[in-house]
């Protein structure tokens, strides 16, 4: 695959590019991810490839040995979290997954610490961490401000590789990778992902997570997705023609209860109301109706597997929590996995892991 | 020692318990602590080899090789320190214990930061936690929150230990076994802790750290204990029961200046103002003349010590801090070396401590 | 050389000492620095040494086995970031330093975990510090206080040093070194700093890092140095006395495009409006005629450097970023370098680095 680089195209005419054609600039000349910015600049074999390094890092962090293998393999760079959107969740998933491998990490994540930097540029203060780290991993609420940054690194001496852990509404590709990840864990031992029917309910209009995974699953055959909400909180068009032009089958529906028997994998989400344009919006839709009960566990497959990005807050009665197919928890660890497994990669530590899988636990 | 399993009691069926029946259940089937909740669960002789073995940690510490040594020992295990209720000293104290065993440790401690979690349950949020990180260190405002956390993850598929760094006004147990570990150092060479006489000063009605040392001192022989307090500040009946029912001499008294020569051990606590339930409460108590001047040291025994929970306000004068009898710094550097101790107890690592310490410091 | 040692002179006495009579106090027996609190503690052979030192760092970490020996010096050392004023680039170069040597940091740089501490004096809190680390750099907007605590620790059980990483408006030596290690990297191939025209451009009234560049530039040979300013921010006179006691040739004017074409070194200053003293009165000041704008770079040498300590505000514009004259970002990454070097040496490991040097890069 011939590397596509960001330093030989003006920004304007890359910010133009359809998010397809802008997925090869962020890979390196084998093909690993260089920076991790877009759902869709992962390919079906990618995700193969990162859902088994996961396994494998899983299974070899077991041992005493195993976790100082791992942490040996990035001892020797540094990382810089730089979440000047706040997120517990995403931030420690990905901490975590610098410790496993050694890498060192710094952070800036309290809003007071950050506004000292004002009276400079964001772009200067995100140069500034490419001064002193190996790697970004960036949260933000601007829209495609990753994107630039990783554009204007890669113009400078020191372009070191960028994760987008979330930035605006649009994109977050590492939740996604972790969604597909759990996905081919629970189907592992009925067929894999193919085949079978998801159902997104909850806030699909403003979920960036739900956009994500909708595309990344049209690199699996046959999938069906259901798309359950209100009308108000209804996924975009956009999202819809994504998967027109993917041929997949989908339906756009509002009767919670009545999918409930025909999915596979359930993806609840929560109200997106740091988004709402006006004081109030989301309150006044009722969303009271998609919420998953304890009796709903009745409704569903013996086999279904019930997801949620979390934070949670009344969608899935904490009572769930102790079925089986209650997938949350473990969706969520599986981030830490994925996520070390992805650093991995772009650092071309996977094969060094691979061998030392083969060696050790195969 | 059976073990008493968290998992195998109903929440409410455990609440119940007197808190010297719950102190089995966080032990593990050796009798090492498995989670540390409250002072009551330490016998006497486990007491004894944690300060053994904070002794030998201190020791092993002094050399490159052994602080070497030491960071190998769990430096495949990942730490969270949930400080939602702020604590610079105890905070560093475990951060640092964390780094002496290379113990990975990440940390919530801006409020700011764990506010964006709202919406979420401070449940799901320790669970969150417990996702990505082998233990839990925890400082909450809310009393019993900790016991309710090591209850809840015991019933999950990943029940990981889980410290007491403070919990609401009840209990903060490795405070006092930074005190026990103090005055077993201080009393080394003069017969140990039984025997003598220990003086408790200030706010004792509110200071946690007082309530916990008085119970572990009932645990070490015809040791004698004076509480003296404004009547407004004085200790709670409750401590006083205990003692009773542990059939302890102790004094409840006003006159500060008259127990000094008494005491072996002064313990100086500072006002609780932070839990007054109105404005101004504690302005209103003259605690001036339970100030422990300069003018004091000539009151006091040769080799009397002189101990301090920290951080102090007027009740010890800075003119005291250069006498040999002034312990509350290296009382709170004592901090640091039992919750090392603690820590590798829990993770079992003590007996390797052990023989190192055999067999290179002996 | 004879130490001078902090434990063996009265505070009052101390501080009346001129800054040249204060420097020795802060060296070890052998000439390395003990504290780091002044520029003014830093002879010529010194500031070489660890240039040659950063250089040789910079070059062994180069490669994962270089990263491993130079994180192999510290790691059973422990150190303290104190940063109650707030800055993240000194913050992460000095996290990072720490990082390159395995010198394992903790941090106080929140606002809110700071004003926690309230209640408890300033001293009592460095003097918790000193009881858990081994190391302290400091922040703090408090003249003299870095001063003033390193003098408190070295009479107690344990003096560990202090880095000073910005106090107040008079110091902030390791920005002074970064700056001199800058020059003398730039200037290597062309004779060195020696004989070459320094040019301080914008807020050189409040601009500490000016005072101290200034200071340290007597030490070599023939350099003149130009103030240039609106005469408000103009520096001030004791820079310029130290100047005359050191014969040096300087030039105080405002006209800042006459003089662009005879500096080999240009070192550009932000307005430092933090220090208004009322509302409003850096803002009075027409500061747009010292802003380095695009069309200069054709006023200026062709190997002239362009200098800034970062963060820019319009004193640069973006425009000049890419010319190769644009010294700014390089020179905030040599901070990093000239950190870890400084940090090695004070803990004596300069040494070490020099012979893995020898053995494995020469």
């Known amino acids: 695959m011939r590397r596509q680089r960001l330093d030989q195209i003006l920004w304007d005419d890359f910010q133009k ?49 195993g976790m100082e293998f791992l942490a040996s ?10 979440f000047s959107q706040p997120s517990s969740r995403t931030f420690l998933s990905f901490y975590a997954a610098c410790q496993i491998l050694g890498l060192k990490a710094a952070e800036v994540r309290d809003p007071a610490t950050s506004s000292e930097m004002k009276g400079e540029s964001r772009e200067d203060s995100v140069r500034t961490f490419s001064s002193y780290f190996d790697m970004i991993v960036m949260r933000t ?16 001496e020191r372009p070191i590789p960028i994760i ?14 972790l969604d597909i990840y759990t996905l081919q864990r629970s189907f592992e031992k ?30 699996y055959a046959n999938v069906t997705q259901y798309f359950v909400a209100p009308a108000e909180l209804q996924v975009h068009q956009d999202v ?5 032009a993917a041929r997949v089958t989908y339906h756009v529906c509002q009767d919670f209860e009545a999918v409930l028997p025909e999915a596979d994998a359930i993806y609840m989400t929560r109200i997106q109301d740091e ?25 569903i497959k013996f086999n279904t597997i019930i997801m949620h990005p979390l934070p949670r807050r009344q969608e899935i009665a904490v009572a769930v929590d102790h079925d089986p197919r209650a997938m949350y928890w473990r969706q969520m660890r599986n981030g830490m996995w994925i996520r070390t497994a992805l650093i991995a990669t772009m650092f071309g530590r996977d094969d060094e892991i691979g061998a030392y899988y083969q060696l050790n636990l195969k």
Request: include cysteine.
């Open 275 to 299: 988004w709402d344009t006006e004081e109030g919006q989301s309150k006044r839709v009722d969303i009271s109706q998609y919420y998953f009960k304890a009796e709903h566990l009745n409704r």
């Open 73 to 82: 393999l990035l001892c020797h760079k540094r990382a810089m979290l730089d």
């Open 141 to 156: 609420p601007l829209q495609g401000f990753a994107e630039k940054m990783a554009w204007l690194l890669s113009n400078t």
């Open 240 to 244: 819809l023609d994504q998967l027109d």
């Open 190 to 219: 009925t067929g894999g992902i193919e085949g079978k029917t998801v159902m997104f309910v909850g806030d699909l209009a403003r979920g960036r997570t739900v956009r994500s995974l909708s595309y990344l699953l049209t690199k």
């Open 164 to 177: 987008n852990a979330g930035s605006g509404k649009d994109q977050h590709p590492t939740q996604a990778l």
């Open 17 to 65: 590019l359809p998010l397809l054609k802008k997925g090869p600039f962020f890979q390196q000349g084998d093909g690993r991810p260089y920076h991790v910015l877009i759902a869709q600049q992962f390919e079906r074999d990618r995700l193969e490839q990162l859902c088994q390094l996961a396994t494998r890092i899983r299974r070899i962090a077991k041992s005493k040995q």
